[in-house]
């Protein structure tokens, strides 16, 4: 069974950066694809970036392409969510997921099966 455990939130101000990551426990972690999600308060949960198993292929809301970028790192087990030019309606909490059963959508989150507990960002203005 595989276990996500996000790291890296805080507190930072706008124009500011922030590194997020996921550990993701399993032997089978280049197989499923990995994404990011995020929810702010009183708002749906909301689809932030993707990325295939491979790595080959990565997706992006409209709302963070041009300043998030999502990799993997298929020996180590680990997706990071590099956000740069943060902006205070990105505050939220972040969630990664990993979809192994499903297919389909990489922006659905009913597209995966799997979640982290989350972690809070914060950006001040």
């Known amino acids: 069974q595989v276990q996500l455990v996000e790291s890296g939130g805080g507190l930072v101000q706008a124009g500011g950066s922030l590194r997020l990551s996921c550990a993701a426990s399993?032997?089978?972690?280049?197989?499923?694809?990995m994404g990011w999600f995020r929810q702010a308060p009183g708002k749906e949960r909301e689809f932030v970036a993707a990325i295939s198993g491979s790595g080959g292929s990565t997706y992006y809301a409209d709302s963070v392409k041009g300043r998030f970028t999502i990799s993997r790192d298929n020996v180590k087990n680990m997706v990071p969510l590099q956000m740069n030019s943060l902006k205070p309606e990105d505050t939220a909490v972040y969630y990664c997921a990993a979809r192994i059963r499903y297919s389909g959508s990489y922006y659905d989150s009913n597209k995966y099966d799997t979640w982290g507990q989350g972690t809070q960002v914060t950006v001040s203005s």
């Open positions: 399993g032997r089978t972690f280049s197989t499923y694809a």
